[in-house]
C-alpha cells in the first residue's frame, strides 16, 4: 500500500512538471517575432532576458513581455534608450494588445506591418521617419495611437475608416503635411486629437463628424473658420491661418450640437437644444412605426430570391487583392463594392499561403491590405551539380530570358518540378566582399509577399552565383501584350485592371512594407510574371546593387527622365515605370516601337497629351479589347497613369497613393458599371443582367 502512495505522488509530480512545462512555453511565433526584434535593435544590454534565436519570454520573464498563457499579449519596452529599428514580423505577434517603445532612439521607418490586434500603440519620442503606414487602416480594435515627437512627413493618406474605436490619436510635433483626411470623420469613437506642431492645411470642418472634447491643432497651417460645434470643446487653436468674422453654418449631417458650442449663442440655447430634441424623438417613433408596418407587409412578400440577396450581401466582404481567375472577376467587381461609399478606400485582404502546385497560392483568412511577410526565411541551398542536370547544362534551348545583370534558365527535375533559375554575370561580383551574395540571398527571401516571385533557393559554386524561383507557366506580362498572335486570348479589361493593383501592392510593398525599403531599379513588363489565375509576380527585386553595377539602365521608353544612370534612380522612379507598365496595359503598346511612325515610337511622349482627352483615349485602348470596358474606368486608369508618368519626380505620387487610386477605381468603376456599359434599366435585375454580360465577354476573351 505504501509501495503504490509512492507512485502514485511520483506520477502526480512529474504531471504538474511536464504540464508546467508545456504551458509555460511561449507561441512559436510569438518567440521568432521577438528573436527578430531583438536582433534589430542595437541597444541590446537593456533588454534583459531576450535572446537573439530561441528561448522561452513567457517562462522567462524576458523584459517588457507580458503574457496570458502561452501568448505575448504586452510589450512595453519604453524609456529604454534602445536604438536601431523593430524588426519585420510584427504582424505575427497576433496576441499582443499593448504595444509601447516611446521615449527611446529608434530610427527608420515605422514598420509597414505593426501588431495587428493590438488596443494601445505608443512610438512617441523617437526618430521615425517617412510616414504612418497604411496598414493601421486595417486595426480594427485600436483605441489609442501616439506617434508624436517623431520626424513623420508626407500626407496623412485615408486611413481612418475602420478606425471606429480609436479614441485618442496623437501626431503632434512632427512635419505632417496636407489636408486632414476624410475618414477623420469616420472616428466615432474619438475623444483626444492631438495634431500640434505640424505643417497640416485646409479647413477642420470634418472634425464636428467626431465626438472629440480635446483637441490641439496650434501651430499649422490650417485656414477657414473654426467650427461653432468645436468651440465649447477643450481647443487649443493658435498659430493658424483662421478667418475672421462669424463661422459659416456647419455641413449638413454634422452630429455635433453641444451645450454653448458658439460664443455667440442666446440663452434660449438650451431650449431649441431641448426642442429639437424633442421634435427629433417624435420624428424617429414615427419611422419606427412605419418601419413595422412595411416589415409586415413584406414578410408576406416575400420570395425566395431572398437567400440571392443574402449572397450579394456576403459577396461584399469578398476581397480584389486575392486570387481570382479571369472569369470570376467581372462577377466579383459587380458585387464586391455595391451599395459601398465611393470614398472608402478600404478593401479586406487575404493571406496566402503556399501550395504544392507551382505557380499558385491559396486564400486562408483575413489579414491587413497592401501585403504580407512569411514567419521564417527559407532558401534552399541548390548543387551546382544538380541544376546542371536540371538545365542541360544551361543549354539555350532552357533559356527563358535575359536580362541586364544575367539570364534565366528553365530546370526541370525528375520529378516534374519546374524552377526558375537567375543565373548572374560573374563580372558583377568583381572587386567584392566575399560575402555579399550571401547578404543579397538573405535580404530577397525576408521578401514574402502575395504579388511578388517567392524565392526558393540559391547556388554560389566554383564562381557560379544564381537565384532559383518559382516557376510560371503564363510567362510575363510582357509576352500575354506584345507576343501573342491572332489566334491567343487578349487580356479582359478587368483582369489588366487586376493586374495592375496586385503589381502597385507589390511595389507599395517594397517602398514601404520592407525594412529596410527597397527600390526595385526594373519595373518592366516582362518582370511581371502571370500565375495560373493570371496574378502578378514581380520579380527581379532587390538587385538594386547590381543594376548600379551595369552601364545600362531600363532603357529608353521605361525609365523614369531623371535616371541618366542606373544610379540615379529613387522610389519615384519606380512609379514612373510602374505607369509606363500601366500604359502597357491601356494601350497594348510596347515601350518603344520603331515600327510605329516617329511620333508614335515612344509610348510615353505620344501617350502623355491625349490620357485626358475622352475621345482621344478611345482610340488609344488596345483594339484587342474589342470594345468591351467600362469607359468610365478607362478615364480613371488614365488618370492614375498621368500622376505616375509626370517628368518631374516630385509630383509623383507614392506607392501607397497609387494603389488607393486604383482600389477607388475599382470600387467606383463596378458601382457605376451598370452606367458605364448601358446595360438595363430595372434595379435588381439589371446589375445581374450586367454581371452575367460581362463575365460572358470575360469567358470569350479569356476562357483558358
Avoid at 511595389?507 to 489565375?533: A, F, M, Q, R, W
Amino acid at each position: 500500500m505504501i509501495h503504490f502512495h509512492n507512485i502514485l505522488v511520483l506520477w502526480v509530480f512529474l504531471y504538474g512538471f511536464f504540464t508546467t512545462g508545456v504551458y509555460s512555453k511561449t507561441n512559436s511565433q510569438d518567440v521568432s517575432s521577438l528573436n527578430v526584434m531583438y536582433n534589430s535593435i542595437n541597444s541590446r544590454s537593456k533588454l534583459s532576458g531576450w535572446k537573439s534565436s530561441g528561448g522561452d519570454p513567457c517562462g522567462d520573464s524576458w523584459k517588457g513581455i507580458k503574457c496570458s498563457g502561452s501568448s505575448v499579449t504586452e510589450i512595453d519596452l519604453s524609456d529604454l534608450g534602445l536604438s536601431g529599428s523593430m524588426g519585420y514580423q510584427l504582424a505575427s505577434l497576433t496576441s499582443v494588445t499593448r504595444f509601447d517603445l516611446s521615449k527611446n532612439n529608434l530610427n527608420g521607418d515605422i514598420p509597414y506591418q505593426l501588431p495587428p490586434n493590438a488596443k494601445y500603440i505608443d512610438l512617441s519620442q523617437n526618430g521615425f521617419t517617412n510616414t504612418v503606414p497604411y496598414s493601421i487602416s486595417q486595426m480594427s480594435d485600436l483605441e489609442t495611437l501616439n506617434l508624436g515627437r517623431n520626424k513623420l512627413n508626407g500626407q496623412l493618406t485615408d486611413m481612418f475608416g475602420k478606425l471606429t474605436k480609436l479614441k485618442e490619436l496623437d501626431l503632434s510635433y512632427n512635419s505632417m503635411t496636407g489636408n486632414l483626411p476624410q475618414s477623420f470623420g469616420k472616428l466615432s469613437s474619438l475623444k483626444k486629437l492631438n495634431l500640434q506642431n505640424n505643417q497640416f492645411t485646409g479647413q477642420i470642418t470634418l472634425l464636428v463628424y467626431t465626438p472629440v472634447e480635446d483637441l490641439n491643432i496650434e501651430n499649422n497651417r490650417f485656414s477657414g473658420w473654426i467650427p461653432n460645434e468645436l468651440k465649447g470643446i477643450n481647443i487649443k487653436s493658435g498659430g493658424n491661418s483662421w478667418s475672421s468674422g462669424p463661422s459659416p453654418p456647419s455641413p449638413p449631417g454634422a452630429r455635433r450640437n453641444r451645450e454653448g458650442g458658439s460664443s455667440s449663442q442666446s440663452g434660449g440655447g438650451k431650449s431649441s437644444v431641448a426642442s429639437g430634441l424633442t421634435i427629433a424623438g417624435i420624428a424617429l417613433a414615427v419611422l419606427l412605426v412605419l418601419a413595422i408596418i412595411i416589415a409586415l407587409f413584406s414578410r408576406r412578400r416575400r420570395s425566395s430570391t431572398s437567400h440571392l440577396l443574402d449572397d450579394d450581401r456576403l459577396s461584399q466582404r469578398k476581397s480584389f487583392g486575392a486570387s481570382y481567375s479571369s472569369k470570376e472577376l467581372s462577377r466579383e467587381l459587380n458585387s464586391s463594392f455595391r451599395n459601398k461609399d465611393p470614398g472608402a478606400v478600404s478593401i479586406d485582404i487575404k493571406p496566402v499561403s503556399k501550395s504544392p502546385s507551382i505557380g499558385f497560392k491559396s486564400l486562408s483568412g483575413r489579414l491587413q491590405s497592401f501585403a504580407r511577410r512569411s514567419t521564417s526565411v527559407k532558401a534552399t541551398n541548390y548543387a551546382l551539380a544538380d541544376l546542371q542536370v536540371a538545365t542541360a547544362n544551361f543549354a539555350p534551348a532552357r533559356l527563358l530570358g535575359q536580362g541586364t545583370i544575367g539570364r534565366v534558365y528553365r530546370a526541370k527535375y525528375d520529378d516534374g518540378k519546374v524552377l526558375a533559375v537567375k543565373k548572374i554575370d560573374s563580372s558583377l561580383f568583381q572587386g567584392s566582399a566575399p560575402q555579399e551574395f550571401s547578404d543579397i540571398v538573405v535580404n530577397i527571401s525576408k521578401i514574402r509577399n502575395a504579388n511578388i516571385a517567392e524565392l526558393v533557393g540559391y547556388c554560389s559554386e566554383h564562381g557560379h552565383n544564381m537565384l532559383i524561383y518559382e516557376y510560371f507557366r503564363n510567362g510575363s506580362l510582357h509576352e500575354f501584350l506584345h507576343m501573342s498572335d491572332d489566334y491567343s486570348n487578349p487580356l479582359t479589361w478587368n483582369t489588366r485592371v487586376r493586374i495592375a493593383l496586385g503589381t502597385a501592392r507589390a511595389v507599395e510593398y517594397l517602398h514601404e512594407g520592407c525594412s529596410p525599403s527597397t527600390v526595385h531599379k526594373n519595373i518592366k513588363s516582362s518582370n511581371i510574371l502571370l500565375d495560373i489565375e493570371l496574378n502578378p509576380r514581380l520579380c527581379d527585386y532587390g538587385l538594386a546593387t547590381f543594376h548600379q553595377r551595369t552601364s545600362q539602365n531600363l532603357g529608353m521608353g521605361c525609365n523614369a527622365p531623371e535616371c541618366t544612370k542606373p544610379s540615379a534612380y529613387t522610389a519615384k522612379s519606380d512609379v514612373y515605370s510602374f505607369g509606363v507598365v500601366m500604359l502597357e496595359l491601356l494601350t497594348g503598346r510596347m515601350p518603344v516601337d520603331s515600327s510605329k511612325p516617329p511620333v508614335e515610337q515612344c509610348l510615353v511622349r505620344w501617350a502623355t497629351p491625349q490620357l485626358h482627352d475622352l475621345d482621344a483615349l478611345s482610340e488609344m485602348v488596345d483594339p484587342a479589347l474589342r470594345g468591351l470596358y467600362p469607359p468610365k474606368s478607362v478615364s480613371r486608369f488614365a488618370d492614375i497613369i498621368a500622376l505616375c508618368v509626370q517628368r518631374e519626380p516630385e509630383f509623383r505620387p507614392p506607392m501607397s497613393e497609387v494603389v488607393q487610386q486604383l482600389v477607388r477605381l475599382v470600387q467606383r468603376s463596378s458601382m457605376n458599371m451598370r452606367e458605364d456599359l448601358g446595360l438595363g434599366a430595372s434595379r435588381h435585375s439589371s446589375a445581374m443582367s450586367s454581371a452575367k454580360e460581362d463575365l460572358a465577354a470575360s469567358r470569350r476573351l479569356t476562357d483558358f
